[in-house]
């Protein structure tokens, strides 16, 4: 009985301190940690680089995509070459699947001006906060948009919108943004190969800073998670009622993937 009692008991002290081991216990997260061996040729060039120049910058994407008019779309359940153009483009009317449509943008812009005005939780970070600009902080800061062409506003585009944007994307030095570099526009429009006006998506990205302060870092992504959240609920209500569909990635979703994986 001793024996039995005292062979559980060394065991239960064994199985104690191997167990101890779990206080050090962390799952890592980071896909380079991960995926790369610190001591690698590469990871030490990343780290020299990072601690001379700083880490490169974290980016925030969207990719608008206008999906076929349906007759679940219109409340007559007609379609109709009426239906099928833009009202608002005059004799520049495009067709309404394509994604430069005056609807299509005036839908996005508005979105568009809500993210730059959008604050974190729980401190209330905006943009401006965690962005990368180019002329120090408070200066504007880069967001590679067909609205750094010509504006958040529609309205403000004016009724040759059509022959503005064709103009800006072939000639983009001649529409330059507030942050002074001229936009590729591949780098903005998708799928265009081209012919601008017949572009298949909208992609806009926002360049937030990165840097090896962690406080620093904690800010950046308190913000993507806020614009994760916006976005999240734009593509499940605001884009299926526009006919729009849309895609995007932030700078913390690969992590937030990995974690719920983990």
Same mark, same amino acid.
């Not at 969207?62 to 007609?78: E, H």
């Not at 529609?154 to 009724?159: F, P, R």
């Given at each position: 009985m001793w024996s039995t009692a005292l062979t559980f008991g060394i065991a239960a002290l064994v199985i104690a301190l191997l167990n101890i081991g779990w206080k050090f216990f962390k799952v890592e997260t980071d896909p380079v940690r991960l995926w790369v061996s610190p001591t690698s040729e590469s990871a030490l060039q990343k780290t020299y680089f990072d601690e001379n120049f700083g880490p490169f910058y974290r980016a925030q994407q969207?990719?608008?995509?206008? /999906? !076929? !008019?349906? /007759?679940?779309?219109?409340? $007559?359940? #007609?379609v109709t070459s009426d239906n099928l153009t833009s009202s608002s483009a005059n004799n520049h009317d495009l067709p309404a699947n394509d994604v430069l449509t005056y609807d299509n943008l005036d839908w996005w812009l508005q979105h568009e001006k809500a993210i730059s005005q959008l604050k974190s939780e729980p401190n209330g970070y905006s943009l401006q906060d965690v962005c990368f600009a180019p002329a120090g902080p408070g200066t504007p800061c880069v967001v590679q948009s067909v609205s750094a062409w010509l504006g958040t506003d529609?309205? #403000?585009?004016? $009724?040759d919108w059509v022959s503005q944007l064709e103009d800006c994307a072939t000639t983009p030095s001649n529409c330059l943004p507030d942050f002074g570099q001229p936009i590729d526009p591949k780098l903005v429009l998708g799928g265009a190969k081209g012919d601008w006006l017949k572009a298949k998506s909208l992609v806009i990205t926002w360049v937030v800073g990165n840097s090896l302060d962690k406080e620093q870092v904690a800010k950046a992504e308190e913000w993507e998670t806020a614009l994760e959240k916006y976005l999240r609920n734009v593509e499940q209500n605001s884009a299926r009622d526009a006919n729009i569909k849309i895609a995007y990635s932030t700078g913390i979703s690969l992590e937030q993937e990995l974690n719920k994986v983990s």
């Open positions: 969207v990719f608008v995509m206008a /999906l !076929p !008019p349906s /007759l679940g779309q219109f409340a $007559d359940g #007609q529609m309205e #403000q585009w004016g $009724d």
